[in-house]
């Protein structure tokens, strides 16, 4: 019985012990069926984690989507149309952000290679006849501007050195108060008169206003002369009237004198331009408070002449995306003008005559090294499209500022109502800020230019928008430092660099060589021009594109690399032909009245 009993209970611990391998074995068994898919979830979760790590480690590419603000689902203003974007634009962030992504620029962006080493120089030479010397008494000269503030302060340039040719003593210009701007404003409400004939009393006399004659003022006789006409062209049409009516009335006097002077009538119209047009005590004070308002935020700033109003874009015949929509506004504005030709707009971008968009502009900036901290200052009236439109420039340069966010209604109300008191304070602010942009190449950018250049080459970038929108076309599988690279390439000689153009090509409100000095000692002191070092990668872009700026000096108009919108010459153009097509031998005829006032409305 007990052997019985031992097996009995043997077998019965085998069995017991069976049983738990059993056990042990099924619930291992299920351990792994739930615990080999948790190990290849978490294992497959680490390789996507790596994968994800090396994409945001590496360049991404660039598409149409990434490069441009999401507000305008994936393309530019241009593509997908003004009024396609959001309303809650401010509030959204780039989809690439270009601002930090990559090394700043190589160059320092708030200075202009070399300047240093030029400097301003308008004295007269010796062979210089003052004007005790040369008036005649019985010669005087009247003149009545045209256009918005620059344009005329063009015609008063020029004004002075007319009389100079004439021999003649200048009254003081009357400014033009009948057309587009509706300004009601004298000579001396926006300009230091008393400063005006002081400073230029030694090269012509100047009188405000005409003295009286055998006991009743001087009648002045009333003419034209064409555009651009040279010393000769006054002496021979203008002179002879002026001996025999000894007082003569010049309408409509803006580019009324030719490129081509002699050195010394080149730095009179210096002296005149950037000595003795001084702005009134008033305007300087307000422009001085909003540059100072501007320094407090920050050292260094940007002006920006926007130049997208809808009058601008109306008259470039230029397409910006807006559908059927925009083609009706911008067609009604263009109906004013009847001897406008019929649009094209695709070739008028290629051609370079479209402004960019306030977020191609943006872009621009980022691409040649401005960050998004910087604070920006724009000059501009009504843009087209409003804070719509301005909403990717203010996503990429959230530090955005105008005259109306820098003062109060109060102290802006002097001017307000005065076009050109207003225009006068941009004026002041622009020209004292680090870097100049400008989007059209209008008076105002002339006259900034030249200005800028004159006074040390302080830096003014003027779009090359030709190459730019070829950029911007084809922009769609490159990176962003591509992108870059490309923007700094393409805008080398456009950048208010010394010497950037050659003497006596372009206008020379924009480019005063005959007035620019260089240091005799410069060339063995300067080092090789930062602008040609830009990067290795991109030589052969620097070196098309200073091949391209040659060839736009050298070509036809149709073949030029239009940096802005040459709207003074064109506009010009049609406006003279609607007088008829004024040539030499019209000089002298009465001023006819113009239907519309095309040289106005763009001049500034």
Excluded at 220 to 226: A, E, G, I, L, Y
Aim: net charge positive.
């Amino acid at each position: 019985m007990t052997a019985k009993k031992r097996r009995n209970e043997a077998d019965t611990t085998l069995a017991g012990l069976h049983q738990l391998l059993r056990d042990v074995f099924f619930r291992r068994r299920r351990f792994y069926y739930h615990i080999f898919p948790l190990i290849s979830a978490l294992a497959g979760c680490v390789f996507l984690c790596f994968v994800a790590l090396f994409l945001l480690l590496s360049s991404p590419v660039v598409h149409r989507d990434q490069l441009h603000l999401t507000l305008f689902h994936g393309g530019t203003s241009r593509d997908q149309g003004i009024e396609g974007v959001s309303n809650s634009g401010l509030e959204l962030k780039s989809s690439f952000d270009v601002s930090e992504s990559e090394e700043r620029f190589v160059r320092d962006v708030w200075v202009t290679d070399q300047s240093s080493f030029f400097y301003g120089c308008s004295n007269a030479s010796k062979k210089f006849t003052p004007a005790a010397e040369k008036t005649d008494p019985d010669r005087y000269l009247l003149i009545t501007t045209s256009g918005g503030l620059n344009q005329q302060r063009t015609g008063i340039t020029d004004a002075v050195v007319a009389a100079y040719i004439l021999n003649a003593t200048l009254v003081v210009p009357k400014l033009d108060q009948n057309s587009f701007w509706k300004d009601s404003s004298n000579f001396a409400e926006v300009f230091d008169v008393d400063w005006f004939i002081k400073y230029l009393s030694k090269d012509v006399q100047i009188v405000k206003k005409l003295p009286i004659k055998v006991g009743k003022p001087l009648t002045p006789h009333s003419m034209r002369v064409p555009r651009k006409c040279d010393p000769k062209c006054y002496e021979t049409h203008v002179l002879p009237v002026l001996k025999k009516k000894h007082a003569v009335r010049l309408g409509k006097f803006d580019y009324r004198l030719s490129n081509k002077l002699t050195t010394d009538l080149q730095k009179l119209r210096c002296r005149v331009n950037y000595h003795a047009l001084k702005f009134t005590d008033e305007i300087n004070e307000m422009g001085k408070i909003l540059v100072e308002r501007m320094r407090k935020k920050s050292k260094h700033f940007i002006a920006l002449h926007l130049r997208f109003e809808p009058d601008m874009l109306a008259f470039s015949g230029c397409y910006y995306g807006g559908g059927e929509i925009e083609r009706q506004e911008l067609g009604q504005i263009r109906k004013r003008w009847k001897s406008l030709h019929a649009s094209n707009p695709d070739k008028e971008r290629r051609q370079g005559r479209c402004p960019l968009t306030p977020e191609e502009v943006a872009l621009m900036l980022q691409g040649l090294g401005f960050q998004s901290d910087v604070h920006l200052y724009v000059a501009s009236g009504e843009v087209y499209g409003g804070e719509k439109t301005l909403a990717p420039l203010k996503v990429m340069f959230p530090n955005f500022h105008t005259k109306e966010t820098l003062a109060s209604q109060e102290e802006l109300a002097p001017f307000s109502s005065f076009s050109s008191r207003m225009a006068a304070l941009d004026f002041i602010v622009c020209d004292e800020s680090n870097v100049f942009v400008t989007n059209n190449n209008g008076n105002m950018a002339k006259i900034l230019a030249g200005r800028r250049r004159y006074f040390g080459h302080k830096p003014t970038i003027r779009p090359n928008t030709k190459k730019l929108y070829r950029l911007f076309t084809d922009r769609h599988n490159m990176t962003w430092q591509q992108f870059s690279s490309k923007v700094q390439a393409y805008q080398v000689g456009f950048m208010g660099e010394p010497n950037e153009v050659k003497p006596g090509r372009g206008e020379f409100h924009e480019n005063p060589s005959a007035c620019i000095c260089e240091d005799s000692n410069s060339n063995e002191r300067r080092n090789p021009s930062v602008v040609n070092k830009i990067n290795d990668n991109h030589r052969e872009n620097v070196k098309e594109s200073n091949n391209n700026l040659i060839n736009e000096q050298a070509g036809t108009e149709e073949e030029q690399d239009w940096t802005g919108l040459e709207f003074l010459e064109v506009v010009g153009d049609l406006g003279e032909k609607r007088l008829g097509s004024i040539t030499d031998s019209d000089v002298g005829v009465q001023a006819k009245t113009e239907g519309t006032e095309l040289e106005e409305l763009f001049s500034d």
